[in-house]
């Protein structure tokens, strides 16, 4: 499995866009970019996955870089409910174990 | 409808005793996942269940720990003779048969301290 690394923690303004960054050099060419987040005393959540091309939905845009090996998770306009910690996890797209690094606790201040 | 539901959502124990923790996956969902949690640690693979397939139990950290599943629907982690060490939130997933990891939905987790 790929190892990520991502930043500790992290502050952002509520109503500001919140970019998380990930690196995953070692990510390998048919493994996908899947970004998590759990909200405190909840289960993980899914937000969003990619391959190579951006993406975005109702949640989150992905920005996967050109090489693959690091991707930006953007939370166009954040919110208070938006604090929690975020992974990033490359996975295989049939896969079913999901390996949780560390991830991001991001901190929205009001 | 109804996600993933868990019981207890707390259980405090004493060294040494055995516990059972319960997963009720969301109907129809025929994969089915066990995860520790430790204060401030990510997430540890414990076991997977898919239909009727052997399960992955290569997460297990000891033999201490033991899951089960009825067919495609509940499924009782057991961990015998309880440490100090097994204190963590248990979290369950399930995902639809053929899906991917973009498509587990987890628990609210069991909160499990050993005392």
């Known amino acids: 499995d790929a190892k990520t690394t991502q930043p500790t923690s992290m502050d952002c303004a509520e109503g500001r866009a919140a970019n998380l960054p990930c690196n995953h050099s070692t990510i390998s060419g048919n493994e996908y970019v899947y970004w998590y987040r759990q909200i405190h005393s909840q289960g993980p959540q899914y937000i969003i996955h990619?391959?190579?091309n951006n993406e975005t939905n109702e949640m989150a845009s992905l920005i996967i870089t050109e090489d693959r090996k690091s991707s930006t998770l953007i939370l166009p306009h954040a919110t208070l409910r938006d604090t929690a910690v975020y992974y990033c996890?490359?996975?295989?797209?049939?896969?079913?174990?999901?390996?949780f690094g560390q991830g991001t606790r991001l901190t929205i201040n009001p | 409808g109804a996600g993933v539901s868990q019981s207890p959502s707390n259980k405090v124990t004493e060294k040494g005793k055995d516990v059972e923790l319960r997963c009720d996956p969301i109907?129809?969902?025929?994969?089915l996942y066990w995860y520790r949690q430790r204060l401030g640690q990510g997430l540890e693979f414990l076991i997977y269940?898919?239909?009727?397939?052997?399960?992955?139990k290569s997460g297990l950290p000891s033999d201490r720990f033991s899951a089960e599943r009825t067919g495609e629907s509940v499924s009782t982690l057991t961990i015998q003779r309880t440490q100090q060490e097994d204190s963590a939130v248990y979290l369950c997933a399930s995902s639809p048969i053929g899906s991917g990891a973009e498509t587990q939905y987890f628990g609210p987790g069991t909160r499990l301290l050993v005392l």
């Open positions: 269940f898919q239909g009727n397939s052997a399960p992955d």
């Open positions: 109907s129809g969902h025929t994969a």
């Open positions: 990619g391959l190579k």
């Open positions: 996890i490359p996975a295989h797209q049939g896969a079913q174990k999901l390996v």
